[in-house]
């Protein structure tokens, strides 16, 4: 099994610049997790599908972040515009069903100048 | 009541000691108890998890100790090496619920020195 596949693995882009982050989680999980990852606030939850629908984005900062999900194999999660507080590790993770153990990825470094 | 708090920040362990990871919560709520290993430039992987019906659960040279009344579980890796330094995230949610539940820790950057 290939894990689950993020890109890029690193971005860097400017303030105001759109950013769209890709994750492919592993084939027959149902539940796919966005996380934000920083030294202040360490591993945030930023929203959750199960079986593509979104469950709870309470925790997606502010309007800027959007998340899709168009099918079981692949999600975004897009900024726009950056702003450079976004800077962080975007971390996906997907699980066999919400109550399952999580599967990260290796994560996009998004720097935002 | 929804933190989970987490130290030491980071620790150095001489090869063969044992490395102690501490964690307390509030939500007397919480059920499951997991550890998770990060490697430089990797994802969070699940390393032990621990249901407070047992006080200690064991897997190889990792061990969680659990103490339901003090509502406080601890990481414990005995005979420490290298391949070992990571960062090490303890987490809680509600059984039964989602993983999207879970509270992480800050993290421990764990260095094990030859």
């Known amino acids: 099994d290939a894990g689950v596949i993020q890109s890029p693995r690193h971005e860097v882009t400017e303030m105001g610049q759109e950013v769209t982050l890709r994750c492919k989680p592993i084939?027959?999980?149902?539940?796919l997790f966005w996380y934000r990852q920083t030294m202040m606030r360490g591993l945030e939850l930023l929203i959750y599908f199960n079986n593509n629908v979104p469950i709870d984005d309470s925790g997606m900062p502010e309007d800027r972040f959007s998340a899709k999900m168009p099918n079981a194999s692949f999600s975004t999660l897009k900024i726009q515009p950056s702003e450079p507080r976004d800077s962080a590790v975007y971390f996906c993770?997907?699980?066999?069903?919400?109550?399952?153990?999580?599967?990260f990825g290796n994560g996009t470094r998004l720097t935002v100048t | 009541q929804q933190q989970v708090k987490q130290s030491p920040q980071s620790l150095i362990v001489q090869k063969g000691g044992i490395s102690i990871i501490n964690c307390a919560y509030e939500n007397t709520a919480f059920d499951y108890f997991p550890w998770y290993q990060q490697f430089p430039g990797k994802g969070p992987a699940l390393l032990i998890a621990i249901r407070p019906d047992v006080s200690e659960k064991k897997e190889g040279r990792f061990t969680i100790s659990f103490n339901k009344s003090a509502k406080q579980f601890s990481l414990h890796i005995m005979d420490s090496q290298p391949g070992d330094s990571a960062t090490y995230f303890c987490a809680a949610r509600v059984d039964g619920g989602s993983q999207g539940n879970l509270i992480f820790g800050k993290g421990t950057k764990l260095s094990v020195k030859p």
């Open positions: 084939s027959g999980h149902n539940s």
């Open positions: 993770a997907s699980s066999f069903s919400a109550a399952w153990p999580l599967h």
